[in-house]
């Protein structure tokens, strides 16, 4: 088991540009979350899945953020016509089935939006 | 609403010593759990010490202690012997049954350990 793994680890793009992020959970997980970290802070929650079903998005997540787990397994967190307040860290989090399980965390991508 | 409080942005010790990073929370739930994250500098977080809110007894994880104070709403991290590489940026979250899988995370304090 290698845990959690993210890519890229690191983004830099123009404002206005698409972005894709991948996240591998742990093998046997079948939860998996996103959260944000800007800078000096702590993680704010994005969303979560439970296997592919997407059961909750917080009201961070605006139109232009979109997640999926087509397999239940990777999961992708794109972002459509970046804008310089998304710049912070993406973080990917994976835990077995029950809520009170603890989340394992990825590396994390940090996005610059310049 | 759930919300976790760090009034410690930054604290600092001396290598063996013992140090303690404060952490309050407020829910309205009634099953919770509690946790201490702990993430080095350009490092992924890491798990330091879980504690369910049913349970009496304060976790322990070898030089890492917690003192629960459910009524109060407290969850202090107490690290004992003190190493070098106890330096990074410490977080306390809450997580519970009704509120789905999301933890909440405080803002953090960031724990200098001088040698």
């Known amino acids: 088991d290698t845990g959690v793994s993210q890519d890229p680890r690191h983004k830099i793009t123009k404002r206005g540009q698409n972005v894709t992020f991948r996240c591998d959970p742990i093998?046997?997980?079948?939860?998996l979350y996103w959260y944000r970290q800007t800078l000096g802070q702590g993680p704010e929650f994005l969303t979560y899945?439970?296997?592919?079903?997407?059961?909750?998005k917080s009201r961070l997540l605006s139109d232009r953020f979109s997640a999926e787990r087509p397999k239940g397994s990777f999961s992708t967190l794109e972002i459509q016509r970046t804008e310089q307040g998304d710049s912070a860290m993406y973080l990917c989090?994976?835990?077995?089935?029950?809520?009170?399980?603890?989340?394992?965390f990825g590396p994390g991508t940090r996005l610059l939006v310049l | 609403a759930q919300t976790v409080t760090q009034s410690q942005p930054e604290m600092s010790v001396q290598e063996a010593e013992t140090v303690t990073l404060s952490c309050t929370y407020d829910?309205?739930?009634?099953?919770?759990?509690l946790f201490w994250y702990k993430q080095p500098p350009s490092r992924q977080m890491i798990l330091v010490i879980r504690q369910e809110a049913y349970k009496q007894q304060n976790a322990t994880e070898n030089r890492f202690s917690v003192n629960f104070q459910k009524a109060a709403k407290s969850f202090s991290l107490k690290i004992s012997d003190s190493q070098l590489g106890d330096a990074a940026m410490y977080f306390c979250a809450q997580g519970g049954e009704t509120s789905g899988s999301r933890l909440t995370f405080g803002e953090g304090t960031q724990l200098t350990v001088n040698p």
């Open positions: 899945f439970q296997n592919e079903a997407q059961l909750e």
């Open positions: 829910t309205s739930e009634s099953d919770y759990y």
């Open positions: 989090a994976s835990s077995g089935e029950r809520a009170q399980e603890t989340q394992y």
């Open positions: 093998s046997e997980h079948n939860r």
